[in-house]
């Protein structure tokens, strides 16, 4: 931690204040679903990712990470390119998955409860998870997060002879910079 103060901290008496960018080079979003009726793991990565957020002077938040789609990788060309397609992501329809969150609040300790939508191949999901905040320093911030996540409600359901789980989990782990730091 940068200094003695937590990220929730810095929420609540207004010092976190203003316009934040994403550091696509210090992020991570991966996925993970279980598939041969739960005997392995699928694992995937994207390796493009934007975003930003806004903290208002109450210490809300708002912000959304913008996923591109197409830059999925499992390690697999043929299946990278079958999650592409419209079983799943549907990218030359729908090139991103956009997460917004709406609403958070203090939980435990440096988490934060969210709120917010998870867009993904034409479809919206609400989803609530929880974010663990780090500080990186004066001016950046870690997020850590995971989301589970139904893809039958994105209309990704292909499994032939259900083999791969409806459930997916996903895990965010998102530097976020100061872009305007605050007249005092």
Known sequence: MAD???AIALLQDGKAQGQWVLDPASTTVEFRVKHFWRLITVRGWFERVEGAGTVAPD?????ELRIHAD???TKNKQRDRHLRSADFFDVERHPQVVLRVTGAAPADGDEIACQGTLDAAGRSQEVSFTVRAELAGPDAVTLRAGLIVDRSGYGMTWSPLRMAAMEATGSVVARFNRAVTPST
């Not at 210490?59 to 912000?63: E, I, N, P, R, V």
């Open 71 to 73: 830059s999925l990788n």
């Open 4 to 6: 003695s103060q937590t």
């Open 59 to 63: 210490g809300s938040f708002s912000g």
